[in-house]
């Protein structure tokens, strides 16, 4: 079935670094969705990803879909503790369900 | 986006017992998911529950151990049977909506606790 690995598992940085997460599928994508979970919260959608070399941003956090649809990346700039959770990707292939990463947590100390 | 609730928010329950979680949205939505966290764990679906029809489940879960109903376009409800601790997890349960497919936005989850 549909893998989607993610890297790297685990990440702490100081605040002001930047700090990025990569995705790869071992199938192509019909699209890739990106969520934040904050510590005890639930997953909350960021932002979904569905042209081949898509590139998206929300104000730090820049978001890239693949030219061959099967990596994505999440790249923040000038990291705040705000922006401290789990990242997960997600992605669909064909009449697939949303199959999740198994997340990257961010760590940022002030 | 949807307003999705959940009860119990969290419960402690004894092994051999069965608890439902509740999953009500504000609006009506087709496609409703259960999904399973275990601590510092992605999400693993459950089954995808339709309303009208018998919820689909994914491979390692089956409907005598997470029976599910779907009785209509806003209303949901995951059992979790004869429990054991391996069943410690949050459970949460998410919808498709609007125009983004696949989109999916989640409930707050049910933080379930088998001693």
């Known amino acids: 079935g549909q893998q989607v690995m993610q890297i790297p598992q685990y990440q702490h940085v100081q605040e002001g670094e930047d700090f990025t997460t990569y995705c790869n599928s071992s199938?192509?994508?019909?699209?890739i969705q990106w969520y934040k979970q904050r510590p005890g919260g639930h997953p909350v959608f960021l932002i979904q990803l569905v042209k081949s070399g898509e590139v998206k941003k929300q104000k730090r956090l820049t978001f890239q879909f693949g030219e061959a649809k099967k990596n994505s990346s999440l790249h923040i700039t000038a990291t705040q503790t705000t922006d401290v959770g789990t990242y997960f990707c997600a992605g669909t292939s064909g009449y697939s369900t949303l199959t999740f990463g198994k997340g990257t947590m961010l760590l940022v100390s002030p | 986006s949807a307003v999705i609730s959940q009860k119990p928010s969290r419960d402690i329950c004894q092994r051999g017992t069965s608890l439902t979680i509740q999953c009500q949205v504000d609006?009506?939505?087709?496609?409703m998911f259960w999904y399973r966290q275990q601590p510092g764990q992605s999400l693993t679906l459950i089954a995808t529950a339709n309303q009208g029809s018998e919820a689909t489940y994914e491979s390692g879960f089956v409907i005598d151990k997470f029976p599910i109903s779907r009785p209509n376009l806003t209303f949901s409800t995951l059992t979790v049977s004869n429990m054991s601790p391996e069943d410690s997890s949050i459970y949460l349960c998410s919808v498709e909506e609007g125009l983004r497919t696949d989109t999916q936005y989640f409930g707050p989850g049910t933080r379930l606790t088998v001693l």
């Open positions: 199938t192509t994508l019909s699209n």
């Open positions: 609006s009506q939505v087709t496609m």
